[in-house]
């Protein structure tokens, strides 16, 4: 298996740009986490999904962030509009139950906010 | 979930086993226990999980004693590419809600 794939693993953009961040889970995994790593921050979580379904969004920081799963193989983290406090680096991950262990992350996304 | 406490930092020696230690004083009866690893530039990577007593894989070893309030992750031997930022997380090992917590972590350098 490929892992979990992420795209763009870079992204800069200026203020007020819409931004859309995607991921690819391992296939058969029926959960999917968004997370954002910062200096200040560490690593936190922003939304999980089960089968498709949003479970938790508590950590998602504002409106201005959205993420969406139309289906067991694609999500999406879309930011409208952007702005310079998130620049960070999300993080996708995926797993098979619920369990603590055993989330695979992928590479990241970093993302530039200018 | 369980707060977890653990050194910030820590440095070591190539060959040396180094052992990070987690505090996790409020751990409930069905919480597991778990390690994660992440590289500069890399998303976190699953090291180990335990309950209780001992655990070892081909990476780590995990000790955990009788009354669960902490737990050490052993790496034996380590080499230049087990510098990483290590995580202790507690929760439920298998079903229910489970929040993932990642606390600052143990950021270990082994050094030449």
């Known amino acids: 298996d490929a892992g979990v794939i992420q795209s763009p693993r870079h992204e800069v953009t200026e203020m007020g740009q819409e931004v859309t961040l995607r991921c690819k889970p391992i296939?058969?995994?029926?959960?999917l986490f968004w997370y954002r790593q910062t200096m200040m921050r560490g690593l936190e979580l922003l939304i999980y999904?089960?089968?498709?379904?949003?479970?938790?969004d508590s950590g998602m920081p504002e409106d201005r962030f959205s993420a969406k799963m139309p289906n067991a193989s694609f999500s999406t983290l879309k930011i409208q509009p952007s702005e310079p406090r998130d620049s960070a680096v999300y993080f996708c991950?995926?797993?098979?139950?619920?369990?603590?262990?055993?989330?695979?992350f992928g590479p990241g996304t970093r993302l530039t906010v200018t | 979930l369980a707060k977890t406490t653990q050194p910030i930092s820590m440095d070591s020696y190539e060959g040396q086993e180094v052992n990070i230690t987690c505090s996790h004083n409020n751990i409930a009866t069905n919480d597991y226990i778990t390690w994660y690893q992440q590289f500069p530039s890399q998303g976190p990577r699953f090291i180990i999980q335990g309950y209780k007593t001992k655990v070892t894989n081909e990476v780590a070893s995990l000790f955990i004693p009788a009354d669960r309030k902490s737990s050490t992750l052993s790496l034996p031997r380590v080499s230049l590419s087990d510098t990483a930022v290590y995580y202790c997380l507690v929760g439920r090992g298998s079903g229910g809600y489970n929040k993932l917590i990642f606390g600052a972590g143990t950021r270990l350098a082994v050094h030449p």
């Open positions: 296939s058969g995994h029926d959960y």
């Open positions: 991950a995926s797993s098979f139950g619920i369990a603590l262990g055993e989330q695979y």
């Open positions: 999904f089960n089968n498709n379904v949003p479970i938790d």
